[in-house]
């Protein structure tokens, strides 16, 4: 199946000049949609994660399920201000600004395996943070993975760890 068939570019979003890619019509589609978590979870597998981490709030859709299919844990890393209990934050840079992420401080032990998700790849930035937040309660982060990766933008070369994209473009 072309999963590229289930994914719908839309222009000019969210800001003009910029080409979106929606992954709401992958999602709706069944088979696709299994199929993506097919390829996850194959792709992931060999890594033997203990847990899966999902970014905020797409990578919970995709982290989720392969997590289930994996039988291993799931943690979540959030935006500031959205967990309960003591929180560990990390606040990185972005284009224009900053941002910050957080996780709870026994989401993971020292040592565990993990695997961090998102639905796409661009500049990397929030997926280095992510990476880095996990490595900081003591995760030995293992690699990510993604449904799409923006290859034009070289977000992989920001990440040290194993990156697998289903999907790749080039522009």
Excluded at 10 to 28: A, N, V
Excluded at 69 to 81: E, P, Q, S
Excluded at 126 to 136: G, I, K, P, Q, Y
Aim: one cysteine or more.
């Amino acid at each position: 199946m072309d999963l590229k068939q289930h994914v719908r570019g839309i222009p000019d979003f969210p800001k003009p000049g910029i080409l979106f890619y929606d992954i709401s019509t992958l999602l709706k589609h069944p088979d696709a949609w299994h199929e993506t978590i097919r390829q996850l979870v194959g792709a992931l597998k060999p890594l033997e994660p203990d847990l899966l981490a999902g970014i905020e709030s797409r990578g919970f859709l995709l982290a989720a399920p392969v997590a289930f299919a994996l039988n291993r844990g799931f943690v979540m890393i959030r935006k500031k201000g959205k967990l309960p209990g003591p929180t560990i934050p990390h606040t990185y840079d972005l284009e224009y600004g900053s941002d910050t992420v957080e996780i709870q401080s026994d989401a993971i032990a020292a040592g565990q395996r993990v695997a961090v998700v998102d639905d796409l790849l661009a500049t990397g930035g929030t997926m280095a943070a992510a990476v880095r937040l996990c490595r900081m309660v003591g995760a030995n982060v293992i690699g990510t993975a993604f449904i799409i990766e923006l290859n034009f933008l070289n977000g992989r070369a920001r990440l040290d760890v194993p990156v697998t994209s289903l999907l790749r473009y080039d522009s």
